[in-house]
């Protein structure tokens, strides 16, 4: 996992590593590359995703590297001016709570938050042993969007 910095307060570069399917490694890119590449159509995305590794990582060799880009809507909690969330957020709605962590960095503080609020109504917490949750269903997962037919290049 990285963050490449520049001026502002979106990071230039984010990147986390996966696995896909075939076990080859696969780093998704987000910052403001992915949010300006929204606007671009996929060559030109392309050739700033090259452009910006180039840049940042310098010592990385793209011979061989392919790479590919797909849309993402961004689930934030809504914000007055279309601004984003300053920290993680929830919603509650009868015994249901939405969460929103807006980034990684606010998952201990969201976790924190959902705490409070249960307890608020009443709910205990448990020493943390998930044994009774066992015999729940478990639901299944889409596949990644790099183990999708994307049109790599």
């Not at 590919?68 to 920290?87: H, I, K, N, S, T």
């Not at 009868?94 to 959902?114: G, S, V």
């Amino acid at each position: 996992y990285a963050h490449c910095f520049t001026r502002g307060d979106t990071p230039r570069l984010t990147i986390t590593s996966h696995r896909g399917a075939d076990g080859a490694a696969v780093w998704y890119v987000g910052g403001a590359l992915a949010e300006s590449g929204a606007a671009q159509d996929e060559t030109d995305f392309i050739a700033a995703a090259r452009e910006a590794l180039a840049t940042y990582l310098p010592a990385l060799r793209q011979d061989g590297l392919r790479l590919a880009g797909f849309l993402v809507d961004r689930a934030e909690a809504a914000r007055p001016g279309g601004r984003r969330p300053e920290g993680p957020a929830i919603a509650r709605a009868d015994n249901a709570i939405a969460a929103w962590p807006t980034k990684l960095a606010f998952a201990p503080l969201l976790a924190e938050t959902i705490r409070d609020e249960i307890v608020a109504v009443g709910v205990a917490p448990n020493s943390g042993d998930l044994g009774p949750l066992a015999a729940w269903p478990h639901p299944g997962f889409a596949a990644p969007p790099w183990d999708r037919n994307l049109p790599w290049r």
